[in-house]
């Protein structure tokens, strides 16, 4: 069988990360996105939690609520709060950075969560409740936007939140002029990247990130590509979903073998 293709025997340059047999750094192909590992319930005592690993990105999600609201916040009568917050290891992309206090980048996750959150969850059936999402980066092989978003949307479901649909999310970008999905960090630090979250039912888009710049002639087919790789992102949340509502239904014996 072909090997994954090492950068240094790899031609035309440090942006070539496709071998001439079509196979990417870490021996995928071009449209597949790494291997994906998730479970309900890892936290006991959560309302709601979810382990997430998208290749070497690994995140951890607790859900908290619906609750009643806190005294301490401003929010309308009609509809549940939605509030995130965003911890990273210090170890967790590789090297000792330790994350203080009015961290923007974690600000900035925090927030893109929330925003992501807010229009999909049924909130109108919370009234004065407060559903409290809690984001650990254990370990990240790139941009963990991603991840991030597909550990919540677990979570959610774990908590038993009513939403429109899942929220499923996945990278794309291009590497020596080819579109390639779900990127890894060795190939997020040469390429143009993109992360999308889309809702499965619709196909409705429900966030876009653009890293940096990419040729207009381009942005299409890589949306397309980002699109395919949720679509087999939603393939294994659905899986995940599914096997463990079996489990509990098992365990508390509404189903026999």
């Known amino acids: 069988s072909s090997q994954p293709p090492r950068l240094a025997d790899m031609r035309g340059g440090a942006n070539e990360f496709i071998s001439p047999e079509g196979l990417r750094v870490d021996g995928r192909r071009a449209g597949e996105v790494r291997r994906l590992r998730c479970k309900l319930g890892p936290l006991s005592g959560a309302d709601g939690s979810a382990y997430f690993e998208q290749g070497n990105t690994k995140v951890l999600v607790r859900v908290t609520g619906p609750r009643e609201l806190s005294h301490r916040l401003k929010a309308p009568h009609d509809r549940a709060l939605l509030t995130c917050d965003f911890a990273a290891l210090p170890f967790a992309g590789g090297q000792y950075r330790p994350q203080g206090r009015g961290d923007r980048n974690a600000a900035e996750i925090a ?3 929330r925003q992501i ?9 919370y009234p004065r409740a407060q559903i409290d999402i809690s984001v650990s980066l254990l370990e990240a092989d790139g941009d963990a936007r991603a991840a991030i978003i597909n550990a919540a949307s677990l979570a959610m479901v774990d908590a038993g939140v009513a939403m429109e649909d899942l929220v499923c999310a996945c990278s ?9 999905v779900d990127l890894n960090g060795q190939e997020a630090g040469g390429c143009a990247e ?5 809702l499965p039912r619709t196909g409705k888009l429900s966030f876009v990130q653009l890293e940096s710049k990419l040729p207009i002639a381009s942005i299409e087919e890589v949306l397309n590509f980002a699109g395919e790789g949720c679509r087999q992102v939603h393939e294994v949340l659905s899986s995940t979903i599914q096997l463990h509502a079996q489990s509990l239904l098992y365990s508390r014996g509404k189903f026999s073998t």
């Open 117 to 125: 959150f807010e229009p999909v969850v049924q909130a109108h059936l």
């Open 194 to 198: 993109m992360v999308v979250a889309l």
């Open 172 to 180: 794309a970008g291009i590497a020596s002029g080819s579109p390639i």
């Open 111 to 113: 927030m893109c969560v």
